[in-house]
Every structure is written in structure tokens, then in C-alpha cells.
């Protein structure tokens, strides 16, 4: 399976530099000398640098050297091969996993991962509707996708909307 590493945008300068949105938290897959394919097209490219130019990634190929070859890469999708990483996970493995309590007692399905501002966002099917669950190790401390099941631990009024905190009192 394949899985973008990056979708390429404006060209930068002369030489066919093109600015890249990275995909992955991953810093081989765009690394000196990696090969990404294009999405719907039977070349690949080659990276030959990466730099960070005014908070932005800039990225050259071995096969793009105009600021035309650069035009034409405009919107492709850089792909490479999944790749295991350890304590990391891709969305397609997440999805369908049940969602259980510390206890054992299930809360739903994962239905997906979104991205989020301070961190992703683990989704879970209820019967109440979709749930985002902040996916950090202190409310999700366990993934076994060979067992189909992630843990969840959250505090009052994650899933329970007739939790009361220790605030509101009584």
C-alpha cells in the first residue's frame, strides 16, 4: 500500500525548486536520494534537497530542473510505501477498531483519525453520534491492532454527557 508523503505546489525560482506540503512525520520519506512516486502517472522522482525556506519546505528532484518541470508537478501527490514505525499508525489500520474502557466495557468504533491543532484525533463511532478523542498516550494508552481493540481512558463527560465535574458541585 502506498500513502502520500507530500503534495507538491508552486514552483520557487528558476532552477525547478517546488515548495511541498509534507504529509509525513516521518523525515526519510523526503530525505536526499528518496524515490516517491507520482500519484496516477508511471514515473517517480528523486530528491536531490530539502530546505525550509520562510517557514515553508522547499524540495528539488533529479528530474525536474526548469521552473516548467516544476510547473507541471504542481498538485501531484508524492507517494511512497507504508512503512512500519514504532508507536505510530496509520489510519486504515485504526479504522473498525473497537473502542473499549479501561475496564473492558465498549464505548464504540474507531470510524477514523483526523488531524488536529495540537495534536490528531482519534474518531469513535457511539450510538450518540462521532466522539473526538484527543490521541495522546494519556487517554488512549493502548493500540493492539492485532486484537482490534484500542483503549480508551477519559475523563467525565468525554462519552457521558450526564457527567458532572467536581466543579459544578452536587
Do not use: N
Amino acid at each position: 500500500m502506498q500513502l502520500t508523503a507530500a503534495i507538491v505546489g508552486p514552483a520557487h525560482g528558476l532552477r525547478g525548486e517546488v515548495i511541498v506540503d509534507v504529509r509525513s512525520d516521518d523525515p526519510e520519506v523526503m530525505a536526499p536520494g528518496s524515490r516517491l512516486d507520482i500519484a496516477g502517472d508511471q514515473r517517480s522522482l528523486t530528491v536531490r534537497t530539502v530546505r525550509v525556506h520562510k517557514d515553508r519546505v522547499l524540495a528539488s528532484f533529479e528530474e525536474c530542473v526548469t521552473r516548467e518541470d516544476a510547473e507541471a508537478l504542481r498538485g501531484a501527490r508524492l507517494l511512497v510505501d507504508a512503512h512500519p514505525e514504532e508507536d505510530a499508525w496509520y489510519p486504515h489500520e485504526l479504522k473498525g477498531l473497537q473502542a473499549r474502557t479501561p475496564s473492558g466495557d465498549v464505548l464504540g468504533s474507531v470510524s477514523g483519525l483526523t488531524p488536529g491543532a495540537a495534536q490528531d484525533l482519534l474518531l469513535v463511532a457511539t450510538d450518540r453520534g462521532t466522539v473526538l478523542v484527543p490521541f495522546v498516550t494519556a487517554l488512549v494508552p493502548t493500540v493492539d491492532v492485532e486484537g482490534g481493540f484500542v483503549v480508551i481512558d477519559a475523563p467525565p463527560g468525554l462519552f457521558d454527557d450526564d457527567a458532572v465535574s467536581e466543579r459544578e458541585g452536587d
